[in-house]
């Protein structure tokens, strides 16, 4: 897999029956090594390790109706007091961020009503704040780290 632009982290891969898999650590599974699961289980040790969110505050591709259509997010951070802090959106790292993956989780966004977002291919991260009214958003240059 490509190297992306996060710090090392100890990610655990393996190979069975041919099939390179992960381990993501918030489902406690292995899953199908795929480009863009190679950058959701970066960016969640991201989330955990360098930004310090607990591990039990985060869910990984949950379903969730938007529009009376099903989606599924990538990653939320739920704080158990005060909501959705956190929405991710991961791409694989040939997929280009543009204006409709900008779309994407602004949509998912008017029903989770995080107060970040953070858009990622694993080579280019985008950091936003949302207004009080998630109406517009600020971009920022990184996610605020958790603090108790």
């Not at 259509?69 to 991710?88: A, S, W, Y």
């Not at 280009?96 to 291919?121: C, G, H, P, V, W």
Request: charged share 25%; aromatic share 12%; proline share 6%.
């Amino acid at each position: 897999m490509v190297s992306l632009g996060f710090p090392k982290y100890p990610v655990r891969v393996k190979n069975t029956e041919n099939k390179p898999l992960i381990f993501d650590p918030v489902r406690k599974k292995w899953i199908v090594l795929t480009p863009e699961e190679w950058v959701r289980i970066h960016c969640l040790y991201y989330l955990t390790q360098t930004k310090g969110y607990p591990l039990s505050w985060i869910r990984v591709e949950q379903k969730i109706e938007v529009y009376t259509t099903r989606k599924r997010f990538d990653i939320v951070i739920q704080n158990p007091k005060k909501g959705i802090e956190v929405l991710v959106e991961c791409k694989a790292p040939s997929v280009a961020i543009s204006q409709s993956t900008f779309d994407q989780i602004a949509r998912y966004n008017l029903e989770l009503k995080s107060n970040y977002l953070m858009i990622t291919n694993g080579l280019n991260h985008y950091f936003c704040q949302m207004t009080k009214e998630q109406k517009n958003f600020t971009f920022i240059e990184s996610l605020p780290a958790y603090t108790q």
